[in-house]
């Protein structure tokens, strides 16, 4: 088996980020800004819940991971 690397890319989505592929737009995994404090993000988990605090970078790295998965693995969120 052949291993299929895909190219992500993070588009704003509301006041957040939402990872998609280059040929899609659909949202593979989303970032949000933290309710309470300013320059924190989270990870809206595909069941809907959100992760940790975490910075920006931190963020887009978790879900970069999250879309890589659910490429790899063939799931739809």
Known sequence: MRLRIDQFRFLRDGNGL??????????????????TYSGMWRIVCPDGRLSDMLNLTRAKDVAFG????I??????A
Not at 23 to 33: D, E, F, G, N
């Open 18 to 35: 939402k990872c998609c592929t280059l040929t899609s737009t659909k949202a593979l995994a989303r970032i949000v800004p933290d309710g």
């Open 71 to 76: 490429t790899y693995l063939g799931k739809a």
């Open 66 to 69: 999250i879309a890589e998965t």
